[in-house]
């Protein structure tokens, strides 16, 4: 598909329109909100919505505030009870004593003390009710402020298990809640999830060191082979088919050691940072292509570019490793008389580095299997001329070391979209805004 037809075409849902001539410096951006992969576009909106029914008002009330509301209606309903058996009360004990009403000193008729005292009863117990009724009304307002700044109180605890819990990932599982206090429900939650991150912590940490003794170990027959294979080229008196065979295993061989950096590198990528200093994604970029420009030119590819300043704060050996698979991906993974565009800078207010590169169609549901160790565009893990599958898995990895966001997206007409942005440096400098 030419770049005109590509304009004249709208885009189906979740691809993104190839980057027409002259407009390098445009950031690929979806036309459309892409559907989230975890749903697939088929299931039902997360809303909170009961099944079969509308929503439930708890649905949106936080639990602070449900139990503000439970001790609101506990303290109105105990001073209810309270004010009705405070009248029933008094009542009873003004009916007691004997009531006379004398007028000139003649005692009234008992018929008419006793209607007389019943009105003063009524009376004196409807105002002594009433002041009841406006003091539990105050004291229930104050007693609701008390019981929302106590529920506050009471769940810090777990206000801090939660930020502990959002902070953590593969790479800080060190970290630990180490709750202190009382041995409640709460101290037993935390000591439980403390315990889940060192299993985690360990289980993690094996895998890493099972990886990088495995990859070492395999480093050395590797190199053997490859002298040995590259003696026997070397020996004039060889035949035509044992160079051929040796080619051949040269070849895979050289596979293999890419598959054991790969993994080593994947490794190293997967722990957390150990070197952050100030790097500018746009020099990282420009010297991952001047590195690259002899494989540019051979595939004959067009190669456009727009790179800005970006600063970013990390290690700038993983970032140049990420930024160099990106475009090694884009060059492998590409048609004849194809195209990649390469930009860096500021987008969407984060320092950024996007790579287009035109190629086959990929289907929006296979976008998050890219990302997966030994997966490919075509779905073979057999095929080895063209990588080892782990380009991509590493930049997934150096991506969360550095705690950004990576996002991929189908290109309209064959190929792929891949935007990595990073949290904004405290240091960096004022860039110009890309367009």
Do not use: C
């Amino acid at each position: 598909m030419t770049a005109g037809e590509g304009e004249a075409t709208e885009p189906p849902v979740a691809e993104v329109p190839p980057t027409p001539p002259g407009e390098t410096g445009t950031w690929r951006r979806l036309s459309r909100p892409l559907t989230p992969a975890k749903s697939g576009g088929a299931g039902p909106p997360d809303n909170g919505s009961v099944p079969g029914g509308g929503h439930r008002l708890t649905d949106n009330i936080s639990l602070r505030m449900r139990l503000t509301l439970i001790y609101g209606m506990l303290f109105f309903a105990a001073g209810s009870l309270l004010v009705l058996l405070n009248y029933v009360i008094l009542v009873s004990v003004l009916d007691k004593p004997d009531f006379t009403v004398q007028i000139d000193g003649y005692n009234l008729e008992s018929e008419i003390a006793d209607e007389i005292k019943a009105v003063l009863i009524d009376g004196i117990a409807n105002q002594v009710t009433r002041f009841s009724v406006l003091a539990l009304i105050v004291v229930g307002v104050l007693a609701v402020g008390l019981g929302y700044a106590v529920a506050g109180r009471a769940l810090s605890p777990l206000h801090k298990i939660t930020r502990t819990a959002r902070r953590l990932s593969e790479h800080s599982l060190h970290e630990r809640i180490a709750m202190s206090g009382p041995d409640d429900e709460i101290r037993e939650l935390a000591d439980t999830f403390d315990a889940m991150l060192e299993r985690l912590d360990r289980a993690f940490d094996g895998q890493r060191r099972f990886v990088a003794n495995a990859s070492h170990e395999l480093r050395t027959p590797l190199a053997i082979n490859r002298t040995l294979l590259e003696v026997a080229l070397a020996d004039p008196e060889a035949s035509p088919d044992l160079r051929t065979i040796a080619r051949t295993l040269l070849e895979t061989n050289s596979r293999h050691e890419r598959l054991i950096d790969g993994l080593l590198f994947l490794a190293k990528s997967d722990r957390e940072l150990d070197v952050r200093t100030a790097v500018d994604l746009g020099e990282v970029t420009a010297t991952v292509l001047s590195q690259l420009s002899g494989e540019i030119e051979k595939s004959g590819l067009r190669l456009r570019t727009d790179l800005r300043e970006a600063r970013v704060t990390g290690d700038p050996v993983l970032l140049e490793r990420l930024v160099g698979n990106l475009v090694e991906n884009a060059l492998r993974y590409n048609v004849p008389d194809g195209e990649i565009t390469v930009r860096s800078g500021i987008n969407e207010g984060a320092p950024a580095v996007q790579v287009e590169n035109s190629g086959p169609v990929i289907p929006a549901y296979e976008i998050e299997g890219l990302f997966e160790p030994f997966r490919r565009g075509s779905g073979d893990r057999v095929r080895s001329k063209k990588s080892a599958g782990l380009g991509l898995s590493i930049v997934r990895s150096v991506v969360r070391a550095h705690q950004g966001s990576v996002t991929a997206w189908p290109r309209a007409g064959g190929g792929l979209v891949v935007t990595v942005r990073f949290p904004v440096s405290g240091r960096r400098a004022d860039t110009e805004p890309s367009p």
